[in-house]
C-alpha cells in the first residue's frame, strides 16, 4: 500500500543545475514531510523536513515547497554538486513529534556530472 | 556515541536457515523499527517497538519476529529464511523529528 508517490526514480542533472524531486500523498492526516539522503552502502540520513503550516522551508542550497491543497511537496537542490550524487527518499508521518511511523516513498537516485 | 550499530554487515543463507541481525542504539530512544529496502520499493517498516517491552506490526511482518528487552537492543529474527526476504535490513531509533538509521546489513537468501 503506497501511500507516498515519489518521482521521478533517476535523475540527471549538469553540475550548477536544479534538481527536482517531487512526492505526493493522500492521507490528509500526514503531519510531517521529511527528506532523506542516502549515499550508496550507507544508511539514510535526514537532509531537511517540514510540517504542513509553513509552504517553503530553505537551509543552503536544499528547499523544500509544500502544497497542502494539492497534497504535494517537493525538494529543490540548487547549484547541485557531484557530491549531491545520492539517492533520495520522501517520507511522511502522521506523528506531529516526527518521531515514529514514516511512510516513505519510493526514492529518486540522483547524478550530478561534473 | 556510536548512535545505531547493526551486525552482521553482510549474510549470506540458505533456505529455511534462521538468523538474528542485531541493533543497538546509545541515544536513550524509546522508540525503534526495522525498515527492508528493496530496488524500487523504498523502504518498507517491518515491526516497531515503542519502548521495552512493547513491539508490534509494520507494513511487512510475515515472515520477521522481534523482541525489545532493554531500550537499547532490538533484534530481528529470522525463523526459516525464504529468497523472498533477499534485502538490505535497516534499524532505526527515533529522537523528535528525526529517524536515525544504522548501516545495515545486506541479507542474501539462497
Known amino acids: 500500500q503506497q501511500q507516498v508517490k515519489q518521482s521521478p526514480q533517476s535523475l540527471i542533472v549538469q553540475k550548477g543545475g536544479i534538481s527536482i524531486i517531487n512526492c505526493a500523498y493522500e492521507n490528509t492526516a500526514f503531519d510531517y514531510f521529511p527528506w532523506y539522503q542516502q549515499f550508496p552502502g550507507k544508511g539514510p540520513a535526514l537532509l531537511i523536513a517540514?510540517?504542513?503550516?509553513?509552504s517553503e522551508k530553505k537551509e543552503g542550497r536544499f528547499t523544500i515547497s509544500f502544497n497542502k491543497s494539492a497534497k504535494q511537496f517537493s525538494l529543490h537542490i540548487m547549484d547541485s554538486q557531484p557530491g549531491d550524487s545520492a539517492t533520495y527518499f520522501c517520507a511522511a508521518s502522521m506523528d506531529p513529534s516526527g518521531t515514529y511511523k514514516y511512510i516513505f516513498g519510493t526514492g529518486t537516485r540522483l547524478k550530478v556530472l561534473a | 556515541n556510536a548512535g545505531v550499530t547493526q551486525t552482521p554487515k553482510f549474510q549470506v543463507l540458505k533456505t529455511g536457515q534462521s538468523m538474528t541481525l542485531q541493533c543497538a542504539q546509545d541515544m536513550n530512544h524509546e522508540y525503534m523499527s526495522w525498515y527492508r529496502q528493496d530496488p524500487g520499493m523504498g523502504l518498507r517498516l517491518i515491526h516497531y517497538?515503542?519502548?521495552?517491552?512493547?513491539?508490534d506490526q509494520g507494513e511487512v511482518p510475515n515472515g520477521y519476529n522481534v523482541s525489545r528487552s532493554t531500550t537499547e537492543d532490538f533484534p530481528l529474527r529470522l525463523l526459516s529464511a525464504a529468497p523472498s526476504q533477499t534485502s538490505v535490513y535497516f534499524c532505526?531509533?527515533?529522537?523528535?523529528?528525526?529517524?536515525?538509521f544504522g548501516p545495515g546489513t545486506r541479507l542474501t537468501v539462497l
Open positions: 517497538s515503542v519502548g521495552a517491552g512493547i513491539t
Open positions: 532505526a531509533s527515533s529522537g523528535y523529528n528525526e529517524q536515525f
Open positions: 517540514i510540517r504542513p503550516d509553513v
